[in-house]
């Protein structure tokens, strides 16, 4: 279980650049998948070649953002839709990623018999890996992050992105830049991406050119099931609930494979599933009624579905009687 929950939190790193396209500036962005594998690409290719890991980790973050940029000029400046731009992009890097990797696996554990030094070569060397220790550490970077996204979000700069999300043709009206504020977005993003795939894979050993696929469902699983259960009226709570939505994903899949419900080749489908689910069960009013009886920062509402009591429509009956 602690292996499910530290990926759960590197992964957290993803879900919070899924939630800045997705839910912030309300574009749906699937060079995710590709992204995640430039920055994992990335990032061991250089530890192999004697790269400082921090340098390396650093590298996979500026190879997410480029990735970024590529599909916000394809978006902004060649006018494709945004889509449809990230899947070109997407499309685009798998070849990209085997040119970076020079090859569909890289490993980065062994090098002619020396172990490769990486962020987790300590903790690996001292069977730390998986305890509550690393997790720890974990945790403390997972959370950095959501503060970084809290105070980028705060920004007049992320007030206005988050009023070209909303609005893009008053946001433009309001003098704001959306071509700037989609860019800019898409880099931070992306970047958040590419800096999880780097940690992935000095976490799990090797990048391989097929390590991408399926990222964005983890993202989105991740931000649908936070928000449903901490809501989106507060920035703080929102970012939080897609940190605590990653790990939640990840236990979900553990305890799935763990009890023989399906195998570890059934995660794509549970995936898609779980997306599915969590976006159905969205848009329901009960639901939203129900969890904001069990979060005390929820706004308390009755569902719009549900009779209005009836000293409702006496008071509002005497009240136009008397007008």
């Known amino acids: 279980m602690e292996s499910a929950i530290e990926q759960g939190l590197i992964f957290a790193l993803l879900a919070l650049g899924v939630f800045l396209t997705y839910r912030i500036l309300d574009l749906p962005d699937l060079t995710v ?57 997407m499309i685009g890097l798998y070849s990209i990623n085997l040119r970076i990797m020079q090859g569909p696996l890289v490993s980065v554990s062994l090098k002619n018999g020396v172990p490769v030094e990486t962020l987790f070569s300590g903790f690996r ?14 945790a403390i970077v997972a959370v950095v992050f959501k503060f970084i996204i809290d105070w980028f979000l705060a920004t007049n700069f992320g007030l206005a992105v988050q009023a070209t999300g909303d609005n893009s043709t008053m946001a433009l009206a309001d003098g704001i830049s959306i071509t700037v504020t989609k860019n800019v977005t898409l880099m931070v993003s992306n970047g958040l991406v590419g800096l999880s795939g780097a940690l992935y894979a000095q976490f799990n050993g090797s990048a391989d050119s ?98 209005i009591p009836i000293s409702e429509v006496v008071s509002a009956s005497e009240g136009k009687a008397g007008g």
């Open 33 to 89: 998948d590709g992204s995640f594998t430039t920055g994992g690409g990335t990032a061991a290719i250089l530890l192999v070649n004697g790269c400082n890991p921090w340098l390396a980790t650093l590298a996979g973050f500026a190879a997410g953002a480029l990735a970024g940029l590529i599909t916000g000029l394809l978006h902004t400046k060649l006018h494709i839709d945004g889509l449809l731009a990230s899947i070109l992009t």
């Open 210 to 307: 097929q390590m991408g696929i399926g990222m964005i469902l983890v993202g989105l699983a991740s931000v649908i099931v936070g928000n449903a259960i901490f809501g989106t009226r507060f920035m703080f709570l929102a970012t939080l609930g897609v940190v605590v939505g990653s790990v939640l994903y990840r236990l979900v899949i553990f305890w799935a494979i763990d009890w023989h419900l399906a195998e570890s080749g059934d995660m794509k489908f549970i995936s898609a599933t779980m997306v599915v689910i969590a976006l159905v069960l969205s848009k329901s009013e009960r639901l939203r009624h129900f969890f904001s009886f069990l979060s005390p920062w929820r706004v308390k509402s009755l569902p719009s579905d549900l009779p």
């Open 125 to 138: 060397a001292g069977g730390l890996l998986y305890s509550w220790q690393m997790i720890g550490i974990l």
